[in-house]
């Protein structure tokens, strides 16, 4: 199973449009099933101080663990630039995660792609390079071929990815993602 995730709880966000995009790309090119899961939808409760107690977590917050991250063996990350990193709502969801089936979550051959998003020229890039220093360090492979989509008002015209080379970079990663 894929699970595609949006990196922020912004709503309507650019990264959406994209993830939304690789989403359904994903559904029709891919023999797995295929989820989506936006931050946008995180509960509200899980940023406390007992967060990294289990009894502390709240159970929306597990459910989305036992629906989205636990039976992927693939994850895919639409992940907008903050602040020259990745936005800290997807690192507090990673670390909310892993006090409950830590080994089921992360662990296990998983696999993930990792798409920045940036108003800027840079695509994302150093919050790229940190998310997969975190993955990696939670034993999920990266797919090399981390793609950073720039300038993205310029490729998007009414809310539509419409820029035919991000396009086609977008539908080579998806492709190679698959094979990965």
């Given amino acids: 199973m894929i699970t595609v995730f949006t990196g922020t709880n912004r709503k309507n966000s ?71 990193g990745f936005p800290g709502i997807l690192k507090l969801f990673i670390d909310a995660c892993s006090v409950n089936k830590y080994k089921e979550s992360f662990h296990g051959g998983k696999k993930a792609a990792l798409i920045g998003v940036s108003a800027g020229r840079s695509g994302g890039l150093r919050g790229l390079e940190a998310l997969t220093g975190i993955l990696n360090y939670l034993t999920i492979s990266v797919l090399p071929n981390k793609l950073p989509v720039s300038s993205i008002e310029d490729q998007i015209t009414n809310d539509q990815l419409t820029d035919i080379e991000t396009i086609k970079v977008i539908q080579k990663q998806v492709r190679d993602f698959i094979k990965f």
């Fill in 14 to 84: 650019r990264s959406l449009l994209i993830a939304q995009y690789i989403f359904n790309l994903l559904k029709k090119e891919s023999n797995e099933e295929v989820r989506f899961f936006s931050l946008e939808d995180i509960p509200n409760d899980i940023l406390h101080p007992e967060m990294y107690n289990s009894e502390g977590q709240s159970n929306a917050l597990f459910a989305i663990q036992e629906e989205f991250l636990i039976p992927a063996n693939k994850l895919f990350f639409v992940v907008p630039e903050y602040n020259g």
